[in-house]
């Protein structure tokens, strides 16, 4: 008689079916270990601690000078005074509304809506990166100053990467990161970013 033999392969293929039928036994015991764990009666039982309670709701807004200045100031350029009853204005809503919070940009595009001895001035402020305003004010400060006259938290909302937006209207400040460290930027389209992989920009 004849000796038989596999084609080529067949012995990878039947191991291949042996080690998919034992995974396929392994998977089946998986599923059944919570079922087993039921009959048994290990199943989940709550305990009876009970978590403290929040002290209060968190209930907060976004104050964005970015995109156009779509929350503060409306335009740039305004007068110190209106950019500070603007700012109330806005704080009067968030009171009457019942929040207890709001998140103040302060950090756009490596520039500040703040006195910063690193950064420019931002341009949402005055019109122009790195003029301030005039009569000299720390928007920031005035911000949680009267945030706090409210009962409002103020968290100060720092964009930490992103260097550069489509929508400038201004030149670029002497004392921007693009100008003085060139090397930590990395351009994605038409906008700029630091670049978290390097220790200086951490």
Request: hydrophobic share 45%; charged share 20%; proline share 12%.
């Amino acid at each position: 008689m004849p000796k038989k033999t596999l084609p080529t392969g067949a012995p990878k293929r039947l191991i291949s079916q042996q080690l998919m039928a034992r995974i396929r036994i392994l998977a089946v015991f998986i599923g059944l270990v919570p079922a087993m764990l039921f009959a048994a009666g290990e199943v989940y039982r709550p305990v009876a601690v009970t978590p403290p309670p929040p002290p209060r709701e968190f209930r907060g807004a976004w104050i964005t000078a970015v995109a156009t200045n779509a929350d503060w100031p409306s335009e740039p350029g305004l007068t110190v005074a209106a950019q500070k009853a603007e700012l109330i204005a806005l704080l009067n809503r968030a009171a009457q509304l019942k929040l207890n919070a709001v998140f103040f940009q302060v950090r756009p595009t490596c520039d500040a809506l703040y006195a910063s001895p690193f950064e420019p001035w931002s341009e949402y402020i005055t019109g122009t990166m790195g003029k301030a305003p005039q009569p000299l004010y720390d928007p920031l400060a005035f911000a949680i100053e009267e945030a706090h006259k409210r009962g409002l938290e103020l968290h100060a909302w720092f964009n930490p990467f992103r260097a550069s937006r489509l929508e400038a209207r201004s030149p670029v400040a002497p004392n921007h990161i693009t100008k003085t460290h060139p090397e930590l930027i990395r351009h994605y389209g038409e906008q700029a970013w630091l670049d978290p992989g390097e220790p200086a920009v951490r």
